[in-house]
């Protein structure tokens, strides 16, 4: 029996509704690299704002670089989320890491973000992994336990001023089923 998300509907009935509606999910091209960007950007400016302290943020911001996009687009797997062909969400699956999962603060709360996440644990079943880990911040984890994820630990990153980066480490392990 699959877990409900906190959307109270399951990750597959989400991905089951936006296949319906349409919503174009795809693999990243190094022409998507300025949009994606943007979202990225966007995302932790509206989003971390309430619960990150401004060094907090400015770490996200410096960590999630136009240049690292890229080269973890390149190393790995990453997808794009374009509804009306206009960037909405993305995600990177590199190794056994999902990493970089932003959805625009506008398109938030509509299965963008479960979507996402299915075809990064699919592409990871494809790829022979079994297990995926993820950094989830503070705004997020909410959503991760959702969609099954178990917290490993609490950590931080110390960002200067004497602020921390607290986030959570977490993992699922993958069931072919779903």
């Given at each position: 029996?699959?877990?409900?998300?906190?959307?109270?509907?399951?990750?597959?009935?989400?991905?089951?509704?936006?296949?319906?509606?349409?919503?174009?999910?795809?693999?990243?091209?190094?022409?998507?690299?300025e949009d994606v960007s943007r979202l990225v950007t966007e995302t932790i400016e509206a989003s971390y704002a309430p619960?990150?302290?401004?060094e907090a943020i400015d770490f996200f911001l410096a960590y999630h670089t136009p240049e690292q996009i890229l080269l973890d687009a390149d190393r790995g797997c990453t997808f794009v989320l374009a509804p009306a062909d206009r960037i909405a969400g993305t995600g990177t699956l590199l190794g056994t890491t999902i990493k970089r999962v932003f959805v625009h603060p506008?398109?938030?709360?509509?299965?963008?973000?479960?979507l996402l996440m299915r075809a990064l644990e699919s592409e990871a079943l494809r790829r022979g992994i079994r297990?995926?880990?993820?950094?989830?911040?503070?705004?997020?984890?909410?959503?991760y336990d959702g969609l099954g994820y178990t917290t490993e630990c609490e950590e931080y990153i110390p960002v200067g001023n004497n602020k921390r980066l607290?986030?959570?480490a977490m993992a699922k392990t993958l069931d072919e089923g779903w």
């Open positions: 029996m699959p877990r409900n998300d906190y959307y109270g509907k399951s990750a597959i009935s989400l991905a089951r509704i936006m296949a319906e509606q349409d919503i174009p999910l795809r693999k990243f091209s190094p022409g998507d690299l619960v990150y302290p401004r506008s398109r938030q709360r509509r299965g963008y973000g479960a297990k995926v880990d993820l950094s989830a911040s503070l705004p997020s984890k909410r959503f607290d986030y959570y």
